[in-house]
């Protein structure tokens, strides 16, 4: 290859590079809550999109906490997907949504004005690392919380943690839960049984079943 040839070669190169650098980055999921469904808009074109929540439904004087779990897939492409939760939208529940594909997330409650979100507090990083930095548990200092545990991708599991019952990896009452990554259960029969640790990339939900809190993040991220 000739000097010019080789030089208009690494130019073109370069500047794919840069084109690449600065491409419009996806759009943020964005949640709207309807009467009885909830849709997600901004998710990857022909993607999956994963569902998960808790909701108080309440029939007469009977109060009934519910774990919700749902995959489904943007078959026209246009980023949006709506969820039917088959009853109308209990005012005091969580919602989240995660992109399968690019690991984004979004939070939210049917009217933020008459139940907001509240951010479950932690005293630390619920990430717990052995000795050789591997992270495998993780621990909360709450009763209950139900978790979603993405890796995008590759698959989607669900845990309990819950203090000092079958769910609790340590089986005492001490204030609080433990839980193993390799211990959740897979949202789907053709996905893989969870890894046995968290790695970057990942996304964890947690929600907190008696106060209604929750809380959000990508392992590995800000």
Not at 14 to 38: K, Q, R
Not at 187 to 205: N, Q, R, T, W, Y
Request: glycine residues 10%; aromatic residues 6%.
């Amino acid at each position: 290859m000739s000097t010019s040839r080789l030089c208009l070669a690494l130019i073109a190169t370069i500047l794919c590079g840069l084109a690449e650098l600065h491409a419009d980055p996806a759009p943020a999921l964005t949640m709207t809550v309807s009467a009885s469904s909830v849709t997600i808009s901004g998710a990857t074109p022909h993607g999956k999109v994963v569902f998960f929540g808790v909701a108080r439904f309440i029939d007469r004087t009977t109060v009934t906490v519910r774990r919700l779990d749902q995959t489904a897939v943007d078959d026209d492409g246009d980023g949006i997907v709506t969820f039917a939760l088959g009853a109308p939208v209990p005012w005091k529940s969580i919602f989240a949504a995660v992109d399968f594909t690019s690991g984004r997330y979004v939070l939210g409650t049917p009217n933020a004005a008459m139940f907001p979100l509240i951010t479950l507090p932690l005293d630390a990083s619920p990430f717990v690392a052995d000795e050789q930095g591997v992270i495998r548990h993780i621990v909360i200092h709450h009763r209950v919380c139900e978790m979603l545990y993405v890796r995008p991708g590759v698959g989607v599991w669900g845990e309990v943690l819950a203090d000092g019952n079958k769910f609790d990896d340590d089986l005492v009452s001490n204030g609080q839960a433990a839980g193993k990554a390799g211990a959740a259960i897979r949202l789907e029969d053709d996905m893989p049984a969870a890894p046995d640790s968290f790695v970057a990339g990942d996304v964890v939900v947690l929600i907190e079943r008696q106060r209604m809190q929750s809380w959000a993040a990508t392992v590995g991220g800000n």
